[in-house]
């Protein structure tokens, strides 16, 4: 079976910073995959954080977040990270890491079909 497994959820004051992984297993990661950061807080729609394309490393990520928020990924560990830096109140909501074979990476939340079962981020004043 895949699996997604995500960490590094937590509480933090708003300027705070959080990374958060997520470890693929269960297939040949970096296979022409698409890997990918979303959340959604209460009452909200899931949104797109940001992807990376595993064989070649190219990112995207959303203007909503600015340049606070960065994706890697160490390729060799099948494990992806968002860095989350200068959090705000308003970033407070459940991560979630999700996959899917390759093309176009910064696609809707349901092109996704391989999902992990969220981290709680939580952003206070």
């Known amino acids: 079976q895949v699996q997604l497994v995500e960490s590094g959820g937590g509480s933090v004051q708003a300027g705070g910073s959080l990374r958060l992984s997520c470890v693929a297993s269960g297939y040949i990661y970096g296979s022409n995959r698409c890997m990918g950061w979303f959340r959604q807080a209460p009452g909200k729609e899931r949104e797109g954080v940001a992807t990376?394309?595993?064989?070649?490393?190219?990112?995207y990520t959303s203007r909503t977040v600015d340049g606070r928020f960065t994706i890697s990924q160490e390729y060799d560990k099948n494990t992806i990270y968002l860095q989350m830096n200068s959090l705000k109140p308003e970033d407070t909501a459940i991560y979630y890491c999700?996959?899917?074979?390759?093309?176009?990476?910064?696609?809707?939340?349901?092109?996704?079909?391989?999902w992990g079962q969220g981290t709680q981020v939580t952003v206070s004043s």
């Open positions: 990376i394309r595993t064989a070649d490393g190219y990112t």
């Open positions: 999700a996959s899917k074979v390759a093309g176009s990476c910064w696609v809707h939340p349901s092109e996704f079909n391989n």
